[in-house]
């Protein structure tokens, strides 16, 4: 019986601390930041994981995430805020006396920016084990970075259980690894420039070299210019959905996962779900933080 929709797994940084600049420095720039000072010791709960977790709850399915974690998920109040949005965290390793790892996020006006990371004990992910019993129970497993020895597990998991696999960004740099991440594949959500360095590094020349590794739907974002969806040898576009305000793009890629594989998994073609992963992304970029205005 699958007591899950969606379980989202990964483990990355999950608190998020976010800086828009005034402009976009080159070597050796002083830049000022655009932003309310108030704001600039903020933390956000963040991780691609439970990002996708977090809004594919808020659609309304049964979402779960899966990391491995330190003790301030607990006390930071990160766990009780996903409960709260109905997500399943059981499938979460929490481990006593470690610490969970931050991203300093910096972005300027156009959506530009860079991303500093301090994995902290996600960083030593690999040696704990996958919750096995949760991936069985989900009738979608969504991967997330760090694409390691831990998430090619979780992904072989959700294969082996007849689940619908997908992942959810920088497979490339899982090197050449990535291609037996991608056998296990069924979609893939990428964004355009990460889709290039991809065909780069495996040496394909084109998108359907992917579809023959694995993966037969391909999702790739392109910001304010919307999406691109390759299914079965045609290429769609689809629009972006404007934002009443862009405040911080973070996230914004996430939250079209989820709404478009929440989408999908309740029947809609192809191109609806991605004009749904768009509006939910719509929201998402109004407000700091990627959880904050599902």
């Known amino acids: 019986m699958k007591t899950l929709d969606l379980f989202s797994i990964g483990a990355w940084a999950i608190f998020d601390h ?46 779960g995430f899966g990391a491995v974690v330190g003790e301030d998920f607990v006390t930071s109040g990160y766990e009780d805020h996903l ?42 992910q690999d040696p704990w084990q996958i919750p096995q019993t949760v991936i069985q129970s989900a009738r979608a497993v969504v991967i997330n970075e760090a694409f390691t020895p831990y998430t090619l597990q979780a992904i ?11 992942i959810n960004g920088m497979i490339g740099t899982a090197g050449k690894d990535a291609v037996m991440f991608l056998e296990q594949t069924d979609i893939l959500f990428i964004s355009e420039s990460e889709l290039r360095n991809l065909l780069r590094l495996l040496d394909l020349e084109r998108v359907e070299g992917l579809h023959a590794l694995g993966p037969k739907r391909i999702f790739a974002t392109m910001g304010a210019r919307g999406s691109r969806a390759y299914i079965d040898g045609t290429v769609h576009e689809v629009g972006a ?36 992963g768009a509006a939910v992304s719509s929201f998402v970029v109004e407000e700091w933080g990627c959880q904050t205005n599902l």
């Open 18 to 63: 976010i800086y828009r600049l005034a402009s976009y420095p080159s070597n050796g720039d002083t830049v000022t930041l655009d932003m309310p000072i108030d704001a600039l010791d903020n933390m956000y709960f963040g991780d691609c994981s439970a990002n996708v977790a977090a809004a594919a709850a808020r659609l309304g399915v049964r979402a």
């Open 156 to 166: 072989r998991a959700a294969r082996t259980a007849g689940a619908l696999t997908a």
């Open 241 to 276: 959905v404007p934002a009443a305000k862009v405040t911080d793009p973070t996230g914004a890629g996430d939250s079209f996962t989820a709404g478009t594989l929440t989408a999908l998994l309740k029947g809609y073609a192809e191109q609806d779900a991605a004009r749904i």
């Open 83 to 124: 409960h709260r949005l109905g997500v399943n965290t059981s499938g979460v390793t929490v481990i006593p006396g470690a610490g969970s790892g931050h991203n300093y996020l910096y972005f300027d006006a156009s959506g530009d920016g860079f991303c500093i990371s301090h994995r902290g004990i996600a960083a030593e």
